[in-house]
C-alpha cells in the first residue's frame, strides 16, 4: 500500500512507513491498528493530559498571587482642582452688649476676653488704646465675656464690671481690672475677695453698698453664661478652629483674630474695610 504524508500545525512529520498488526486470532476478539493511528491516539491522550495538569495548577491559583506575578498595576488619574478654603465672615451679635464709639461706625470689632488671661491683658495694654486712636469715630468696640474656667477671678471679675455699668462706669471699671492684672491674676492661685472689688467701686466713686449688692446676688451670672455658650455655638472657621476657643478672639467686621495679635494685623483688616465704603 502507498505511504500517505500527513501535516499539521506548525511541525512537519517525516513519513513513516505503515505495518499492519499481525492478527493471531479471531477478528471478532482483535481489532486491527495501524502505527500511524495508534501514535496519533497517544498525541492527543497527552494533550488532553496537559490540559487537565494545566488547569489542576493555574486554574486554582488565586486571583492576587496572579495579580503580582504580573507586576503593579498603573491607573491613570487625572486629579481634580482643589479650591482655596475660603474665611468664614462672621455675623456676631453686637446689641445689648457694653460697647464704646460710634454706633454707626464702619469698623465693628467684638473682642470675647477674659479679665484674668495675661494675653488679654498683654493685648489691652500694648494694641487697645493705640488703636482706638488711630482710627477716631471709625471704631466701635464691643466687649463680650469668655471667662475661662480654671481662671478663678475671670467670673468674680467679669460680674464686678457689669454691676460698675450699672452705674454707668463700664469702661472704667475694665480698665481698673486689667490695671490690677497682677492681682487678677495672682501666681498663689488666691480667689480675690469682695473687697478688692468694692475698692476698684470706691476709687471710681461709685455706690458701694449697691455694687456690692449686685455682685453677691450674682445679678450677671446668667448673662455672662449666655455669652459664653453663644460664643461656643459659633461655626468653626475655614482652617477647622473653634470660632472663640480661647482669650483674646476678635471680629473685625466678621474676620476673626484668634489671640493677642500686634496692632498691624488690625491695621491690614481695617484699612481694607474702610476701603470698601470709599
Same mark, same amino acid.
Given at each position: 500500500?502507498?505511504?500517505?504524508?500527513?501535516?499539521?500545525?506548525?511541525?512537519?512529520?517525516?513519513?513513516?512507513?505503515?505495518?499492519?498488526?499481525?492478527?493471531?486470532?479471531?477478528?471478532?476478539?482483535?481489532?486491527?491498528?495501524?502505527?500511524?493511528?495508534?501514535?496519533?491516539?497517544?498525541?492527543?491522550?497527552?494533550?488532553?493530559?496537559?490540559?487537565?495538569?494545566?488547569?489542576?495548577?493555574?486554574?486554582?491559583?488565586?486571583?492576587?498571587?496572579?495579580?503580582?506575578?504580573?507586576?503593579?498595576?498603573?491607573?491613570?488619574?487625572?486629579?481634580?482642582?482643589?479650591?482655596?478654603?475660603?474665611?468664614?465672615?462672621?455675623?456676631?451679635?453686637?446689641?445689648?452688649?457694653?460697647?464704646?464709639?460710634?454706633?454707626?461706625?464702619p469698623i465693628t470689632i467684638v473682642e470675647f476676653s477674659d479679665y484674668q488671661c495675661p494675653y488679654c491683658y498683654r493685648w489691652h495694654v500694648q494694641v487697645y488704646d493705640?488703636?482706638?486712636?488711630?482710627?477716631? %469715630?471709625?471704631?466701635?468696640?464691643?466687649?463680650?465675656?469668655?471667662?475661662?474656667?480654671?481662671?478663678?477671678?475671670?467670673?468674680?471679675?467679669?460680674?464686678?464690671?457689669?454691676?460698675?455699668?450699672?452705674?454707668?462706669?463700664?469702661?472704667?471699671?475694665? %480698665?481698673?481690672?486689667? %490695671?490690677?492684672?497682677?492681682?487678677?491674676?495672682?501666681?498663689?492661685?488666691?480667689?480675690?475677695?469682695?473687697?478688692?472689688?468694692?475698692?476698684?467701686?470706691?476709687?471710681?466713686?461709685?455706690?458701694?453698698?449697691?455694687?456690692?449688692?449686685?455682685?453677691?446676688?450674682?445679678?450677671?451670672?446668667?448673662?455672662?453664661?449666655? %455669652?459664653?455658650?453663644?460664643?461656643?455655638?459659633?461655626?468653626?472657621?475655614?482652617?477647622?478652629?473653634?470660632?472663640?476657643?480661647?482669650?483674646?478672639?476678635?471680629?473685625?467686621?466678621?474676620?476673626?483674630?484668634?489671640?493677642?495679635?500686634?496692632?498691624?494685623y488690625f491695621v491690614q483688616i481695617i484699612d481694607a474695610e474702610l476701603a470698601k465704603t470709599q
Amino acid at each position: 500500500m502507498p505511504t500517505k504524508t500527513r501535516k499539521s500545525i506548525p511541525v512537519v512529520e517525516e513519513a513513516v512507513e505503515e505495518e499492519e498488526l499481525p492478527v493471531t486470532q479471531d477478528a471478532e476478539e482483535f481489532i486491527t491498528f495501524k502505527r500511524s493511528h495508534f501514535y496519533s491516539v497517544l498525541v492527543v491522550l497527552a494533550f488532553a493530559v496537559g490540559l487537565l495538569v494545566g488547569y489542576v495548577v493555574w486554574g486554582r491559583t488565586p486571583a492576587a498571587s496572579v495579580a503580582a506575578s504580573q507586576g503593579p498595576v498603573y491607573i491613570e488619574v487625572t486629579p481634580r482642582p482643589t479650591s482655596t478654603p475660603q474665611p468664614v465672615i462672621y455675623d456676631v451679635e453686637t446689641e445689648g452688649f457694653p460697647s464704646i464709639g460710634p454706633a454707626d461706625a464702619p469698623i465693628t470689632i467684638v473682642e470675647f476676653s477674659d479679665y484674668q488671661c495675661p494675653y488679654c491683658y498683654r493685648w489691652h495694654v500694648q494694641v487697645y488704646d493705640t488703636l482706638m486712636a488711630a482710627y477716631p %469715630d471709625k471704631i466701635r468696640f464691643v466687649y463680650r465675656n469668655f471667662p475661662l474656667s480654671f481662671h478663678q477671678n475671670a467670673m468674680p471679675g467679669a460680674e464686678a464690671a457689669l454691676c460698675a455699668g450699672d452705674q454707668d462706669a463700664y469702661w472704667e471699671y475694665h %480698665d481698673l481690672l486689667f %490695671d490690677n492684672q497682677e492681682s487678677m491674676n495672682n501666681q498663689s492661685g488666691t480667689v480675690l475677695e469682695q473687697s478688692f472689688y468694692n475698692e476698684l467701686a470706691a476709687s471710681l466713686d461709685l455706690n458701694v453698698e449697691t455694687f456690692e449688692e449686685c455682685m453677691t446676688s450674682h445679678k450677671y451670672l446668667e448673662f455672662i453664661q449666655k %455669652d459664653m455658650e453663644y460664643a461656643a455655638s459659633l461655626p468653626y472657621d475655614s482652617t477647622g478652629e473653634p470660632a472663640v476657643g480661647g482669650t483674646p478672639t476678635f471680629f473685625i467686621n466678621g474676620h476673626r483674630l484668634g489671640g493677642a495679635y500686634p496692632i498691624e494685623y488690625f491695621v491690614q483688616i481695617i484699612d481694607a474695610e474702610l476701603a470698601k465704603t470709599q
